[in-house]
């Protein structure tokens, strides 16, 4: 076969092989694979305790793992491979820099208090990554009329709703750049009526091809968004496969389980929209 006709197979944007995280005597994370696709949208769902948020953050390094390795865009996070096939951890500045193309939201917003909504968005790529004040600060107003708050520029996070404060904590970390888009159960702090607007931003986040791993209870909104459904119990990944595979035809029962008591509630198969064919 030519050169030409090749066929280049493109770089998994995350792999996590063999991932074991442990808090004391509690294994939290008991060997975990995953592998996220540029462009795709990864769901995590599972009972609390069932390791997704810690696998997350083992993502971005907030949480260091054990053993295992995973890979963000072909970089071990926290760690080289030496030249013997080893791997070495790195100093923490190089970790600093290998989260800072990660972009992370949580549940609550960590928004600064003390500065304004366009104030938090550009404080990061300015100190973190010594970028152009002035051209940082058009971005960020960019990246506010993205979320639907072009006109909450100058407002603080005390006069913001729950659902404002996360949708700037959203765009903050779009501003960094980042390669990776990671969400740790994103709207679980919000009243319920302000859950829909935080969706309507990730969905177009997905329609805009963002590579993004987000932990959810909002199965509705999972069955939407996602290219993958992970469900995860008891640190181990039950099952996992498209939306339509997991939460329409799930295979153990398990999972089974899980989606007969959830789906009990109405407000778990909410979603502003679907996404599901459109790309």
């Given at each position: 076969m030519s050169e030409s006709n090749t066929l280049t197979v493109p770089r998994p944007m995350v792999h996590a092989e063999s991932v074991r995280k442990a808090f004391g005597s509690h294994e939290v994370l008991k060997g975990?694979?995953?592998?996220?696709?540029?462009r795709e949208v990864v769901c995590l769902i599972g009972p609390s305790g069932s390791g997704k948020t810690t696998l997350l953050r083992c993502m971005n390094r907030l949480e260091k793992f054990d053993s295992g390795r995973i890979c963000v865009d072909g970089d071990?996070?926290?760690?080289?491979l030496r030249d013997d096939g080893r791997l070495q951890e790195v100093a923490e500045s190089a970790i600093c820099k290998q989260?800072?193309?990660i972009g992370m939201v949580f549940q609550r917003f960590n928004l600064f208090p003390h500065m304004t909504a366009l104030e938090n968005i550009v404080k990061g790529p300015v100190g973190v990554l010594g970028r152009n004040r002035k051209e940082v600060t058009a971005e960020a107003r960019t990246l506010l009329e993205r979320v639907g708050l072009a006109d909450k520029a100058d407002a603080y996070p005390n006069s913001l709703s729950g659902g404002q404060q996360q949708r700037v904590a959203?765009?903050?970390?779009?501003?960094?750049?980042?390669?990776?888009?990671l969400f740790d159960e994103p709207t679980s702090a919000l009243d319920?009526?302000?859950?829909?607007?935080?969706l309507e931003v990730i969905h177009a986040l997905a329609d805009d091809g963002v590579t993004m791993v987000i932990v959810t209870h909002e199965i509705g909104f999972a069955r939407d968004v996602a290219d993958q459904v992970v469900f995860m119990d008891g640190g181990v990944v039950v099952e996992?496969?498209?939306p339509e595979e997991i939460l329409e035809h799930p295979q153990h029962v398990r999972t089974q389980r899980f989606l007969a008591s959830v789906l009990r509630d109405p407000d778990a198969t909410r979603s502003p929209r679907s996404r599901r064919g459109a790309r």
């Open positions: 975990i694979d995953l592998t996220v696709q540029p071990y996070v926290g760690y080289r989260r800072s193309s959203i765009a903050r970390a779009l501003c960094m750049r980042p390669k990776l888009m319920p009526e302000l859950v829909g607007e935080v996992r496969g498209t």
